[in-house]
């Protein structure tokens, strides 16, 4: 098995990554504690990719792991075989930061979106169902409501009827809070106006570089912006954002 030496001496801008599966795989080959080492062990990966950051990296190894339990284990069993090729479980953890790096830029610029939603619209005299269903469509999240609200959800996120919901629907749309969906007839489907609320860029570079630095800028952003918002509306008699 190649040394820790040795990676971090010649795994150059790669270090960071290569050292957190590195770690991560040994604290678990060792398994110390009855209970938490998963958690435990995540936590020290983590650390050590926050380690030439010097600040802590905003994403989430569980949720990817929580995602493909099977391959973490087989993955982790395959490593620890008498061969001690590590080469696949270096490739797969790897992976997962990536994809652990790139939702964590989807969720922050999701909630700068939410942010700058609320701030553009905070004077659109929304009515309380408006807001309530508007509310629960972001807090779906990223990938919730993929395919639209349509009135019959509209319906069961208020508890109106369909005539208030197709009425509320085209009021938000009126005021561009919403935007129709091409096709679907009869069954109309709408969703958010987040035009112009920034994209997450797509994931290019090194691991760690690009990703990361991007995330510390959103994140510094998302701050600024929610105090704003808060502030502004705290002197309002319209709707505050949750």
């Given at each position: 098995?190649?040394?820790?030496?040795?990676?971090?001496?010649?795994?150059?801008?790669?270090?960071?990554?290569?050292?957190?599966d590195?770690?991560?795989?040994?604290?678990?080959?060792?398994?110390?504690?009855?209970?938490?080492?998963?958690?435990?062990?995540?936590?020290?990966?983590?650390?050590?990719?926050?380690?030439d950051?010097?600040?802590?990296?905003?994403?989430?190894?569980?949720?990817?792991?929580?995602?493909?339990?099977?391959?973490?284990?087989?993955?982790?069993?395959?490593?620890?075989?008498?061969?001690?090729?590590?080469?696949?479980?270096?490739?797969?953890?790897?992976?997962?930061?990536?994809?652990?790096?790139?939702?964590?830029?989807?969720?922050?610029?999701?909630?700068?979106?939410?942010?700058?939603?609320w701030e553009?619209?905070?004077?659109?005299?929304?009515?309380?169902?408006?807001?309530?269903?508007?509310?629960?469509?972001?807090?779906?999240?990223?990938?919730?409501?993929?395919?639209?609200?349509?009135?019959?959800?509209y319906?069961?996120?208020?508890?109106?009827?369909?005539?208030?919901?197709?009425?509320?629907?085209?009021?938000l749309?009126?005021k561009?809070?919403?935007?129709?969906?091409?096709?679907?007839g009869?069954?109309?489907?709408?969703?958010?106006?987040?035009?112009g609320?920034g994209?997450a860029?797509?994931?290019?570079?090194?691991?760690g570089d690009?990703?990361l630095?991007s995330?510390?800028?959103?994140?510094?952003?998302?701050r600024?912006?929610?105090?704003?918002?808060e502030?502004?509306?705290?002197?309002?008699?319209?709707?505050?954002?949750k």
């Open positions: 098995m190649v040394g820790l030496n040795f990676v971090v001496k010649n795994c150059g801008r790669y270090r960071r990554v290569f050292i957190g590195y770690t991560h795989l040994w604290f678990e080959s060792i398994h110390p504690f009855d209970d938490g080492n998963g958690r435990v062990g995540r936590a020290i990966a983590e650390q050590a990719l926050a380690q950051l010097n600040r802590p990296p905003l994403l989430s190894l569980s949720t990817i792991i929580e995602k493909d339990k099977n391959a973490y284990y087989n993955g982790l069993n395959k490593a620890s075989q008498p061969n001690l090729d590590i080469t696949p479980w270096i490739n797969w953890f790897t992976s997962s930061v990536l994809m652990a790096q790139r939702e964590a830029v989807q969720k922050v610029d999701f909630v700068l979106k939410k942010s700058k939603f553009s619209y905070q004077n659109a005299d929304l009515n309380e169902r408006q807001v309530k269903a508007i509310n629960k469509v972001f807090k779906a999240g990223p990938d919730g409501f993929e395919y639209g609200v349509s009135a019959k959800k319906m069961g996120m208020t508890g109106c009827s369909k005539a208030t919901a197709t009425r509320d629907l085209g009021d749309t009126d561009g809070c919403l935007y129709r969906l091409d096709g679907g009869r069954n109309v489907r709408y969703r958010l106006n987040l035009e609320a994209l860029p797509d994931f290019k570079g090194n691991p690009h990703v630095g995330l510390s800028e959103r994140a510094t952003e998302w600024s912006r929610r105090t704003d918002v502030t502004d509306n705290s002197s309002s008699q319209g709707f505050k954002p």
